[in-house]
């Protein structure tokens, strides 16, 4: 499988010539899921959630789907009849070939006074995990962690501990659209073998950047 980070929250994977991205937002690339034969979504924030974006994905392809939380689906299903669908904790489907399941409710606390909203992650071909905006972890191991590293609603030590409780095999980093060069130095060097140990091998792919999973 291989894996593409696009700009912030944003990916893309391949597999026997399907593509599947996740979470093209406001601060991916505008043609972030465009070629894309299904989109997941975990949320409806806009750094997660652009609906220009999947707009230009589906009338690109008119055999592309969305797979996301009933938030989102509701803004967006009545363009596309038949080909957004509904997903929860717990849900298990296919999506362009590949096999996914949906785990967690929540997004994570902003700040108390903030209302929470729902959050999905997904579990792809059983082996990588990409949690949205969520330290939940899954109710499976996988190999490979989305690490969201740079949040208004996280802190370094979460993001430490939420890699040691997952215990991938691998973290790349996501979610780190707002970070300059000097931030994503710092936290390239805290994550890696100097810092205070993740377990497991960490690396930054740049947006089109890409890399080979096992």
């Known amino acids: 499988m291989k ?9 893309r994977l ?29 949320h409806e924030h806009p750094d997660h959630f652009d609906e220009a974006r999947l707009r230009a994905a589906l009338e690109a392809d008119p055999e592309a789907e969305i797979w996301t939380l009933r938030s989102v ?21 296919t999506a362009a070939g590949f096999e996914v399941e949906a785990h967690g409710e929540l997004h994570a606390v902003i700040h108390p006074d903030i209302p929470r909203i729902t ?9 990588l995990f990409h949690p949205g905006d969520a330290f939940t972890v899954p109710e499976r191991p996988v190999d490979t962690l989305l690490l969201p590293v740079h949040a208004p609603w996280n802190k370094f030590s979460e ?41 497991a091998e960490h690396a ?10 096992d």
């Open 73 to 93: 689906a509701e803004r967006i299903s009545a363009a596309f009849p038949g080909r957004v669908h509904t997903v929860g904790h717990g849900d298990t489907f």
């Open 14 to 42: 391949e597999k026997d010539g399907r593509t599947l991205v996740i979470d093209p937002g406001a601060f991916s690339e505008e043609d972030a899921a465009v070629g894309a034969d299904a989109v997941l979504v975990t």
């Open 119 to 127: 959050n999905v992650g997904y579990v792809v071909n059983g082996s």
């Open 3 to 11: 894996l593409t980070k696009k700009g912030h929250a944003c990916v």
């Open 159 to 199: 993001v430490v501990d939420y890699v040691r409780e997952v215990k991938p095999s691998r973290a790349f980093s996501i979610h780190d659209g707002l970070l300059n060069d000097l931030g994503h130095g710092l936290y390239n060097r805290q994550l890696g073998p100097t810092g205070p140990g993740i377990g």
């Open 204 to 213: 930054r792919l740049a947006p089109g950047e890409s890399t080979e999973l």
